[in-house]
């Protein structure tokens, strides 16, 4: 089975541009999860989504950044307008909710604002 | 208070040895408990969880649980080289599904 997909893998764009982050989630999964990684502050959750619906987004840091998720199989997380501090790794983790919620992780997209 | 903390590191240990990762939490209302490892520049991916207390064995690794004292640990039996990584706690609190991961423990064993 596919694990989780997250496309690009790999963004570097420049202070002011919109970057937009996507991930697909395990065929199943209902609840899906946006974390943010940088050496500073560790693993963060952004937002997270339970059968396509945001249940927790207090840790989206500011209006500057949107998560959407249209149907099962898709999520976005946008960046508008990029700033450097957002410079991090970005990762999508998906999980069944119910007795055993253990979430798994995509590769990640390494993001580079300049 | 952060709500789960981990020793940063790194820990080191020789190839062979038992490694010991430990983990606090503050939210008695946990219930699930995560250990995941993570190589320099991959993903997190799943080691091992526990809900109960008690020990919890496979294979090399076994999770200790103590809800009583807020303390989650993983052992890691004869360790080796390609267990050089950094391991992340992570709590599931009982009204939701998200996470809270400690800041990690980085690993390092010496051949």
């Known amino acids: 089975d596919a694990g989780v997909i997250q496309s690009p893998r790999h963004e570097v764009t420049e202070m002011g541009q919109e970057v937009t982050l996507r991930c697909k989630p395990i065929?199943?999964?209902?609840?899906l999860f946006w974390y943010r990684q940088t050496m500073m502050r560790g693993l963060e959750l952004l937002i997270y989504?339970?059968?396509?619906?945001?249940?927790?987004d207090s840790g989206m840091p500011e209006d500057r950044f949107s998560a959407k998720m249209p149907n099962a199989s898709f999520s976005t997380l946008k960046i508008q307008p990029s700033e450097p501090r957002d410079s991090a790794v970005y990762f999508c983790?998906?999980?069944?909710?119910?007795?055993?919620?253990?979430?798994?992780f995509g590769p990640g997209t390494r993001l580079l604002v300049l | 208070q952060k709500e789960v903390e981990q020793n940063s590191g790194p820990l080191s240990v020789p190839e062979g040895a038992i490694a010991s990762l430990n983990c606090t939490y503050s939210?008695?209302?946990?219930?699930?408990f995560f250990w995941y490892r993570q190589y320099s520049g991959k993903s997190p991916e799943l080691i091992m969880f526990?809900?109960?207390?008690g020990d919890k064995e496979d294979g090399r690794f076994t999770a200790q649980l103590n809800k009583a004292s807020q303390y989650v640990s993983l052992l890691i039996r004869d360790s080796q080289p390609s267990d050089s990584a950094t391991y992340l706690c992570?709590?599931?609190?009982?009204?939701?599904?998200?996470?809270?991961f400690g800041p990690g423990t980085r690993l390092s064993v010496l051949p």
């Open positions: 983790a998906s999980s069944f909710a119910g007795s055993q919620p253990t979430q798994y």
């Open positions: 065929s199943g999964h209902n609840s």
């Open positions: 989504f339970n059968n396509n619906v945001p249940i927790d």
């Open positions: 939210d008695r209302g946990s219930q699930s």
């Open positions: 526990i809900y109960s207390n």
């Open positions: 992570a709590v599931n609190l009982f009204y939701g599904q998200n996470f809270v």
